[in-house]
C-alpha cells in the first residue's frame, strides 16, 4: 500500500504498522535487545538517527514523543490556541537536537514503561484520527494552522510512516545481531 491519502487508508496502515512493529518487538531475542544497536560502518545508515537510537526502548520513547507533539499541537489549535507542530525552540531544520532532547529525556523509561506510553499514545492518535471527516484530514486549506499541508499527512508521518520507520531500524539491528 502507498502512502495513505484517505481517512480509512491511514486509520487501516496506521493499525497495521503498529501491529507488525509490535509483534516484531515481541519477538526480538534476549541477545537483540541486549545487544546496543550499533551501526557504524555502514554508508547506508549516515542519518542522526542511526547513532542516538541504541536499543528498543530508544526507538518506542522516540515515537510516543512525536505522537505528544502532535496530540499536544492539535488540541491547543482546536481549543483556539495558535500553536506550533514543533516546541519551542525547535525548528525544522534543529530536528537532530529535538529527537537528542527525548532520547536523553527517556534514559530512565524501561523499555515496559516505553512499551506502556507508546500502546496509549497510538490509541489517542488513533481516536484523534477517528474524529475528523476525511475531508478534515486529506482536503488542504481546511485549517490555517496546519499550512500548506493537510492533517491526515501529519498523521501519517507520525503513524504509519513512523512505525515503518521503526520496524526498519530493528530489522537492520536484528541482521547485525546475526
Known amino acids: 500500500m502507498g502512502r495513505p491519502t484517505t481517512k480509512r487508508d491511514l486509520l487501516e496502515a496506521a493499525s497495521k504498522n503498529y501491529q507488525t512493529l509490535i509483534e516484531f518487538a ?38 510516543y514523543e512525536w505522537h505528544q507533539m502532535q496530540l499536544v499541537w492539535i488540541e491547543a489549535n482546536q481549543s483556539g490556541e495558535e500553536a506550533s507542530f514543533l516546541p519551542k525552540p525547535y525548528t525544522w531544520r534543529t530536528l537532530a537536537a529535538l529527537n537528542e532532547f527525548f532520547w536523553k529525556k527517556h534514559q530512565n523509561t524501561s523499555l515496559e514503561e516505553a512499551k506502556e506510553m507508546l500502546a496509549e499514545s497510538h490509541e489517542k492518535m488513533m481516536k484523534l484520527a477517528e474524529g475528523f471527516t476525511n475531508e478534515e484530514l486529506f482536503a488542504k486549506g481546511i485549517y490555517k494552522w496546519v499550512g500548506t499541508s493537510a492533517l491526515g499527512s501529519y498523521f501519517v508521518s507520525n503513524t504509519s510512516s513512523h512505525y515503518d520507520w521503526a520496524l526498519k531500524k530493528l530489522k537492520a539491528h536484528r541482521r547485525n545481531c546475526k
Do not use: C, I, Y
Open 26 to 63: 515481541e519477538s526480538m531475542t534476549e541477545k537483540e535487545l541486549s545487544t546496543p544497536f550499533d551501526f557504524e560502518g555502514q554508508p547506508s545508515k549516515k542519518e542522526a538517527h542511526w547513532k542516538r537510537d541504541k536499543n528498543l526502548r530508544d526507538v518506542f520513547v522516540h515515537l
